[in-house]
């Protein structure tokens, strides 16, 4: 089991250069990657995106690439776009003539305005980085492997301590429903045999259609899908796959099968421990939107 939350580091050294890949995420229902790159390295950007997309299922995963050279962060090229300058020039001499200004421009003032000045990041040659970043990508993706197994053993012994005590509920509640059913069914016939005192009714008749007020009450087949559901969860907890949607699924389905028992019992001792177990699924629900 895998947490969607984590966070990752790698780096690599190549001559002079650094690599530095950074991960994190958080829960998310699909798979979002977000890449963080300089400009020199975009033409891998997608390879780089393959990679993450290899390891990780589902989440929102921010993927922040650095490259420092020499201690500090890459160096740049400063580069003057000569055309854009001519074209702010020749705007400048129109409104000194067309409107009497005086046309005062410094080298200063004229850096400021935008795009004169292009920062344009030293190329790198891909093919002989390339290993090189995939083993800084491939730590950071190790190291967040490590830590999202760690969340992931900690929501497991959480789940499964809830899921003991789901089950614990349900056999109280098996124990409850057989021990009623007969007093249920002796006094749904005294209740029709007071109501129908002066009618002569076929006694075949009154047991059929108690025997059917009896089944319509019966929750056994609810407890026997609740309790085949929550088989299914711990088999899936122990795939080594994405599970979060198929184990929110589940819980769907549990929710319905206790809110069926609920609607069908009337004992209020039944209905505490279908109260008990509803909230320990929406305390189920919450864990496993953070499982991948």
């Not at 003991?164 to 429903?177: D, G, K």
């Not at 087949?221 to 969860?233: K, N, W």
Request: aromatic share 4%.
């Amino acid at each position: 089991m895998k947490s969607m939350t984590a966070y990752g580091r790698g780096e690599c050294v190549k001559d002079d250069r650094r690599f530095v890949v950074e991960l994190k995420s958080v829960n998310n229902r699909y798979r979002d990657i977000i890449m963080r790159i300089p400009r020199s390295l975009q033409t891998m950007e997608d390879e780089m995106r393959s990679q993450v997309g290899k390891r990780i299922k589902r989440g929102r995963i921010e993927v922040f690439i650095q490259v420092e050279r020499n201690g500090g962060e890459e160096e740049y090229t400063l580069e003057l776009n000569a055309p854009l300058v001519k074209a702010y020039m020749g705007i400048l001499k129109r409104l000194a003539e067309e409107f009497g200004l005086e046309q005062r421009l410094t080298a200063e003032s004229l850096i400021q305005m935008k795009d004169v000045i292009l920062m344009k990041p030293q190329e790198v040659d891909a093919d002989s980085i390339r290993p090189c970043l995939h083993e800084a990508m491939g730590g950071a993706l190790d190291s967040y492997e490590a830590m999202r197994l760690t969340e992931g053993e900690a929501i497991e012994l959480d789940l499964q301590s809830r899921l003991c005590q789901i089950e614990e509920h349900l056999e109280e509640i098996e124990r409850i429903a057989s021990q009623t059913h007969e007093e249920h069914w002796k006094r749904l016939k005294e209740k029709i045999k007071r109501i129908s005192e002066d009618i002569e009714i076929d006694e075949n008749r009154l047991l059929q259609e108690v025997a059917l007020l009896a089944e319509r009450a019966d929750i056994t087949e609810e407890i026997v899908r609740a309790r085949s559901h929550l088989d299914q969860f711990r088999t899936y907890m122990k795939a080594e796959d994405a599970i979060g949607r198929r184990l929110d699924f589940l819980i769907q389905e549990m929710n319905r099968e206790v809110n069926t028992m609920s609607s069908k019992s009337s004992e209020a001792s039944i209905s505490m421990r279908t109260v008990e177990i509803k909230s320990e699924l929406e305390k189920i629900r919450e864990q496993i939107q953070n499982i991948e």
